[in-house]
């Protein structure tokens, strides 16, 4: 089975501090995606990539950067965390670079910013 | 930002009483896939239709495309204590190319 995984489930940083979140997947795929998770505001695609150190922006990608240098791993990074940035982050990936290929998501990480 | 609509947001359901969510769009879809998340758990792959009128079923549910391709359902038959979670759909390409519904969050009553 695939294997995405984030490196923390739970993280609690201050305002103003940069924050990496980390997710590496194991099965070569070619798309990777970060989205953040709201309730009552569903999956908000924040950045995704189709292929190392390419990048797209998704629907909010104000406030976060994104690194993709090596296939397996894609880093989101918050320059400077504010409040608002309080939330789940969802990684996945889908092989192939296709649109209807699958998602295969990590279990998240919920990002306290204090 | 582009988003796809689902309804209803929200669903109680008596266990045993059947529940049906509606994902809707503006434009012509070439596919759709559904997706279920447990609560606290994270989104997990259920299924893909891509033709026309298609209707495919898994047990208790069945999800089907619409004739002009701009909507989708799934509905549980019956359902379970299981079947606690939200429900997202998730057009696979055009101009909601990765880009998921606002989700139908389930709750089963026992």
Redesign the interface.
């Known amino acids: 089975d695939v294997k995405v995984t984030q490196s923390s489930r739970y993280l609690v940083k201050r305002t103003g501090e940069k924050v990496f979140l980390e997710c590496v997947q194991d099965m070569d795929h070619e798309n990777m ?1 970060w ?1 953040r998770q709201d309730p ?6 924040i950045y ?1 990539s189709y292929d190392v150190k390419m990048k797209e922006k ?3 990608p104000e406030g976060y950067s994104v690194s993709r240098e090596k296939k397996e791993r894609f880093s989101l990074i918050l320059e400077s965390a504010s409040t608002n940035q309080t939330s789940m982050y ?1 990684c ?1 990936s889908s092989s192939t670079g296709l ?2 290929e ?7 990480t919920q990002l306290s910013v204090l | ?3 796809v609509m689902q309804i209803p ?1 929200y669903q109680h359901v008596q266990e045993g009483e059947d529940f049906t969510t509606y994902c809707n769009s503006s434009t012509t879809l ?2 759709i ?1 559904w ?1 279920k998340q447990r609560p606290g ?5 259920l299924i ?1 239709l ?1 033709k026309s009128g298609e209707v495919k079923k898994q047990k208790r549910l069945t999800f089907q495309f619409g004739e002009a391709k701009k909507n989708s359902s799934l509905h549980i038959t019956a359902t379970q204590t299981t079947d606690v979670g939200t429900y ?1 759909c ?1 057009p ?3 101009t909601y ?7 139908t969050r389930l709750k089963v009553l026992a």
């Open positions: 995606f989205y009552g505001l569903g999956l908000r695609l995704f998704g629907d909010i969802l996945a649109a209807n699958k998602l295969f998501f990590g279990s998240g | 930002g582009q988003q947001q070439s596919n896939q997706y758990g994270h989104p997990v792959f893909q891509v997202f998730h696979g390409s055009g190319k990765y880009i998921f519904g606002t989700g």
